[in-house]
């Protein structure tokens, strides 16, 4: 795929802020966690020489077609979950920056065909690794009601969650839920006309990060990445809802994803990461304007504590709060 091509697949989203904030080495290892339209992946190359490397994950098929070829480059067909295990088998002990750009892909959001969006119809799929897994409509057809007041109440932060699972529940009694056409029938007495877009996007959220297991993989992901860390080496994310950024925020500063402070012997806090930009950077007013859904971009970054060896354990657990929106 061209690279104009490529870039109507996902759009790159604070480019310039997120690949300066990995601090590159030209000879180092670098890992870009989310490829898509490999907009961030590229520019990381750009910057790589000698015996420099790049390891980026995709687990959609979709995202394999802007792959090019590089010698500075390998690409990972799988869930970012797995990046201990990738890591360990390409004999990789260690990495100067890892990159996160947790937004979903235009590309996701604009196929029909994929479920994703609420403003086309299509099936209730919204799986990123089409290969394996259950899809939206085996959610919301096979959940039980608590299951589904659960899922739309954590991820969605919907007050009407339980009476949004009684009415799928009653529905799908008369005839299976398939497409978005069906769940959005369903959805129309919890459409709220001066939030109708906000509520929508919420039940689509939510859905989402269930299906794909989202903030899960997430915590791994954050796990390994700060064990694979060298000393000095950037973690740098960028985030558009409140639950993945609390649990972003919470690694960085402590380490783990509880946010649980860790003291030493001396009752000193004593943290694996140190937090490089206090103050939250976002897309200016240009980017935003240029691409709308860079609007609720979050990007932090933190450096790996020189005194702390790589590989050292992390622990944490998932965490919940927030939506993000279709723009």
Do not use: C
Not at 166 to 171: G, H, N, Q
Not at 256 to 273: I, R, T
Not at 284 to 298: D, F, I
Request: aromatic letters at 8%; hydrophobic letters at 40%.
């Amino acid at each position: 795929m061209m690279q104009a091509e490529a870039l109507t697949y996902h759009t790159p989203v604070l480019l310039g802020e997120s690949i300066d904030g990995l601090n590159i080495i030209k000879g180092g290892v670098y890992v870009d966690v989310t490829f898509g339209g490999g907009g961030h992946s590229r520019e990381i190359l750009n910057r790589l020489q000698g015996t420099g490397h790049l390891y980026s994950f995709d687990q959609d098929k979709d995202a394999e077609g802007n792959v090019v070829a590089q010698d500075h480059f390998t690409f990972v067909r799988s869930n970012f979950r797995f990046l201990r295990n990738f890591m360990r088998y390409y004999g990789v002990d260690g990495v100067d920056g890892l990159l996160a750009d947790l937004g979903v892909s235009s590309h996701h959001f604009d196929d029909a065909s994929r479920g994703f969006s609420f403003r086309f119809e299509g099936d209730l799929d919204m799986r990123m690794n089409q290969r394996a897994g259950k899809t939206a409509a085996d959610v919301l057809n096979t959940y039980s009601e608590k299951q589904l007041a659960d899922v739309f109440y954590l991820y969605g932060e919907l007050k009407s969650s339980r009476k949004i699972a009684a009415a799928i529940v009653a529905a799908r009694k008369v005839r299976a839920i398939r497409t978005v056409g069906d769940f959005m029938e369903i959805m129309k007495p919890f459409e709220g006309k001066d939030r109708e877009k906000k509520d929508l996007a919420k039940m689509f959220q939510a859905l989402r990060i269930e299906v794909n297991q989202e903030l899960v993989a997430l915590q791994e992901m954050l796990t390994a990445a700060v064990d694979l860390l060298k000393p000095g080496g950037r973690l740098v994310v960028i985030t558009y809802h409140s639950l993945e950024d609390r649990i972003v925020k919470n690694v960085m500063k402590t380490g783990n994803v509880e946010g649980h402070e860790v003291k030493d012997f001396f009752g000193m806090v004593s943290a694996p990461l140190h937090i490089i930009n206090n103050k939250v950077i976002v897309p200016s007013m240009e980017e935003q304007e240029r691409n709308p859904r860079s609007r609720s971009a979050k990007l932090r970054i933190a450096e790996k504590d020189p005194q702390t060896p790589s590989n050292s354990p992390s622990r944490g657990r998932t965490l919940g709060g927030g939506y993000d929106s279709e723009k």
